[in-house]
């Protein structure tokens, strides 16, 4: 045969990888459209300004055993749209963002039976896609968990939905955000995850016979989204521990007592000398809980935004670098699935030292305040 023949079969660029996730289990990925209408919809205007889309968008992380080979090929990322809405003003170069791949598979086998793990919900930040944490989500998923991360459209800049149904444009990524906007936001993924839990994913479990825990949750997110796990946390009982990363509390909404374990992740903009609201949210707990901070980091370092600079070697090369700090994608990773997973393990009762205070093992994490209830 030719060489001529054999270029068409050949990849115009390299495809560029996520580093594997660190768990024993695969990871399925499938997508499910709710029929779902948040009253008081604060983003409906960017969609349909009568009431917005009628839908959520949920992208469901699992364990399976099914491992990927090269005749079973992983789900693709970024779709070509959500890749240039986010890479043209970001200055990525053209179709770089589509070169990255997952180690997720589409609609993979789930497993026979439960792991028993709670269900983890995943609230994302701010206008941005929660297809842009799948390093965590696939992490999570590996261990044992399954993640519900959901998506809202209208919010986002572009929301891509599965089986040819088209997308759904929303704010802008340039638009500023003011705080009557931040906090109905915040306010509306509450309710989100509330549906959810009551009314969605249930009927969707029983559906599908699908070995997912629909008594027992975890909610954690990032920026707007974790802020929300808490706000989310205090209303529902059947949220056992929550994390947030990196996320401003909403004093106008009072600040929630959580009651039950509870991780602040953040970045140099939630100290005790910067951030108003931390402190006071600390304070107002009855439960279990612990304040770290990672040296180096900023707001962007715990989205995959982050690995996009890093995997594409655009470090200082776009148009948002001081959205992440110094430290290295890949340990950034490491330190937040670390102390996630630790979080994790203590709402099923077994106790991880890493959360217990400073190690030579991390010395980006610097321990700010905590609690010891809850061991």
Same mark, same amino acid.
């Given at each position: 045969?030719?060489?001529s023949a054999?270029?068409?079969?050949?990849p115009a660029v390299?495809?560029?990888?996520?580093?594997?996730?660190?768990g024993?289990?695969?990871?399925?990925?499938?997508q499910?459209v709710f029929?779902?209408?948040?009253? =008081?919809?604060?983003?409906?205007? &960017?969609?349909?300004?009568?009431?917005?889309?009628?839908?959520l968008l949920?992208?469901?992380?699992?364990p399976?055993?099914q491992l990927?080979?090269p005749?079973?090929?992983?789900?693709?990322?970024?779709d070509p749209?959500? &890749?240039a809405?986010?890479?043209?003003p970001l200055l990525f170069?053209k179709g770089?963002?589509?070169t990255?791949t997952?180690w997720?598979?589409w609609?993979?086998p789930t497993?026979?039976s439960s792991t028993g793990l709670?269900?983890?919900?995943?609230?994302p930040?701010?206008?941005?896609n929660a297809i842009?944490?799948?390093?965590l989500t696939?992490?999570?998923a590996?261990?044992?968990?399954?993640?519900?991360?959901l998506?809202?459209?209208g919010?986002?800049?572009?929301?891509q939905f599965?089986y040819?149904?088209?997308g759904y444009?929303g704010?802008?990524?340039?638009?500023?955000?003011?705080r009557?906007?931040?906090?109905d936001v915040?306010?509306?993924r509450i309710?989100d995850a509330?549906?959810i839990?009551?009314?969605l994913?249930?009927p969707?479990v029983?559906?599908?016979?699908?070995?997912?825990n629909?008594?027992?949750?975890v909610?954690m997110g990032?920026?707007?989204?974790?802020?929300?796990?808490a706000?989310?946390m205090e209303?529902?009982?059947?949220?056992i521990?929550?994390?947030?990363l990196?996320?401003?509390?909403?004093?106008?909404?009072?600040?929630?007592?959580?009651?039950r374990?509870?991780?602040?992740m &953040?970045?140099?903009?939630?100290?005790?000398?910067?951030d108003?609201t931390?402190s006071p949210?600390?304070k107002n707990?009855?439960g279990?809980?612990?304040?770290? =901070?990672?040296?180096?980091?900023?707001?962007?370092?715990y989205?995959d935004?982050?690995?996009?600079v890093d995997?594409?070697?655009m470090?200082?090369?776009?148009?948002?670098?001081?959205s992440?700090g110094?430290?290295? &994608?890949?340990r950034?990773?490491?330190?937040?699935?670390t102390f996630?997973e630790?979080?994790?393990d203590?709402v099923?009762g077994?106790?991880q030292?890493?959360?217990?205070g400073?190690s030579p093992k991390?010395?980006?994490?610097?321990?700010?305040?905590?609690?010891?209830?809850g061991?």
């Amino acid at each position: 045969m030719k060489l001529s023949a054999l270029l068409p079969l050949l990849p115009a660029v390299a495809a560029i990888p996520f580093p594997p996730p660190t768990g024993p289990y695969g990871v399925g990925i499938t997508q499910h459209v709710f029929n779902h209408t948040t009253p =008081n919809d604060p983003v409906a205007f &960017a969609v349909n300004p009568s009431n917005g889309t009628g839908h959520l968008l949920t992208t469901i992380y699992y364990p399976t055993l099914q491992l990927p080979t090269p005749l079973n090929t992983t789900a693709p990322y970024l779709d070509p749209t959500t &890749a240039a809405v986010w890479g043209d003003p970001l200055l990525f170069p053209k179709g770089a963002l589509e070169t990255i791949t997952t180690w997720t598979q589409w609609q993979a086998p789930t497993l026979k039976s439960s792991t028993g793990l709670p269900t983890i919900i995943f609230s994302p930040g701010g206008g941005e896609n929660a297809i842009m944490y799948s390093y965590l989500t696939t992490a999570l998923a590996s261990n044992g968990y399954t993640v519900l991360a959901l998506d809202h459209p209208g919010e986002a800049p572009y929301v891509q939905f599965p089986y040819g149904d088209g997308g759904y444009y929303g704010i802008d990524i340039t638009a500023t955000w003011n705080r009557t906007l931040m906090t109905d936001v915040y306010k509306m993924r509450i309710s989100d995850a509330q549906a959810i839990i009551h009314k969605l994913f249930p009927p969707l479990v029983e559906t599908y016979k699908a070995p997912f825990n629909t008594t027992h949750f975890v909610m954690m997110g990032h920026s707007i989204g974790g802020a929300a796990a808490a706000g989310a946390m205090e209303l529902e009982p059947s949220i056992i521990g929550g994390v947030n990363l990196d996320g401003g509390f909403f004093p106008e909404a009072s600040l929630p007592d959580v009651k039950r374990p509870f991780l602040l992740m &953040a970045g140099s903009e939630h100290t005790p000398a910067i951030d108003p609201t931390w402190s006071p949210f600390s304070k107002n707990q009855s439960g279990y809980w612990q304040w770290v =901070n990672i040296t180096g980091t900023a707001h962007q370092d715990y989205s995959d935004l982050a690995d996009w600079v890093d995997l594409l070697d655009m470090r200082n090369k776009t148009a948002i670098p001081g959205s992440f700090g110094t430290i290295w &994608a890949p340990r950034m990773d490491f330190l937040v699935n670390t102390f996630v997973e630790a979080l994790l393990d203590l709402v099923l009762g077994v106790r991880q030292h890493v959360l217990d205070g400073p190690s030579p093992k991390y010395p980006e994490v610097v321990f700010v305040n905590g609690s010891k209830k809850g061991y």
